[in-house]
């Protein structure tokens, strides 16, 4: 049975910094392609990164490009989003997922940037 068990969210300040965790199992993470996925209050869900089994990426949408870094631990197999630079803008439930074959989600994790 797949599980993907994100973590790491909070509230924090606009310029802030957090890092979430995905932990995984279930199934060969890796030979598997990861994204993180965001959904914003009134919003769909989209994708914000993604990194490949095999070397590919990160690759990142427009709207975090420069402030977060996506990267992963096959050992554990694990995927992080280390987030900087945080806007009011960012503030959503973060996912994440295999990106060719999308598994049930997770609970996410709540991000919340505010002042």
């Known amino acids: 049975q797949v599980q993907l068990v994100e973590s790491g969210g909070g509230f924090v300040q606009p310029g802030g910094s957090l890092k979430l965790s995905c932990a995984t199992s279930g199934f060969n993470f890796a030979y598997a392609s990861m994204s993180w996925y965001r959904q914003a209050p009134g919003k769909e869900r989209e994708s914000i990164a993604t990194i490949s089994n095999v070397g590919g990426g990160p690759y990142y949408a427009d709207s975090v490009k420069g402030r977060f870094t996506m990267s992963r631990d096959d050992a554990k197999k694990t995927v992080f989003l280390q987030m900087n630079n945080l806007r009011p803008e960012d503030t959503a439930v973060y996912f994440c997922?295999?990106?060719?074959?999308?598994?049930?989600w997770g609970q996410g994790t709540h991000v919340t940037v505010s002042s």
């Open positions: 997922n295999r990106r060719d074959v999308l598994y049930s």
